[in-house]
């Protein structure tokens, strides 16, 4: 999921939550970005499991700089989420 804006969000979060049925063939999940995780899980509810997007924009030099930054964030624990979706961009 990659919206610009809230309305964006919302838009592609109600029209992914009313496609997905109790015969859907398998789990759905949103991987959303942090400014609007709380809305797409008040939209979806337990239909859909919602888990934190995070893009990182970054130059490591060294394994252990990776090691460090690639850690789930602490937001994952206040929103109740279980799933993070990390993506480094060099």
Same mark, same amino acid.
């Given at each position: 999921?990659?919206?610009?804006?809230?309305?964006?969000?919302? =838009?592609?979060?109600?029209?992914?939550?009313?496609?997905?049925?109790?015969?859907?063939?398998?789990?759905?999940? @949103?991987?959303?970005?942090?400014?609007?995780?709380?809305?797409?899980?008040?939209? #979806?509810?337990?239909?859909?499991?919602?888990?934190?997007?995070? #893009?990182?924009?970054?130059?490591?030099?060294?394994?252990?700089?990776?090691?460090?930054? @690639?850690?789930?964030?602490?937001?994952?624990?206040?929103?109740?989420?279980?799933?993070?979706? @990390? =993506? @480094?961009?060099?």
């Amino acid at each position: 999921m990659n919206p610009a804006t809230k309305g964006e969000a919302i =838009s592609l979060a109600e029209d992914i939550a009313r496609s997905v049925t109790d015969t859907s063939p398998g789990e759905v999940g @949103l991987f959303v970005p942090f400014p609007f995780i709380e809305t797409v899980q008040n939209i #979806c509810g337990d239909k859909i499991t919602i888990g934190a997007e995070v #893009c990182l924009f970054t130059y490591l030099k060294s394994k252990e700089q990776m090691s460090s930054i @690639l850690r789930p964030p602490v937001m994952t624990h206040d929103r109740n989420l279980t799933n993070v979706f @990390l =993506s @480094l961009c060099r």
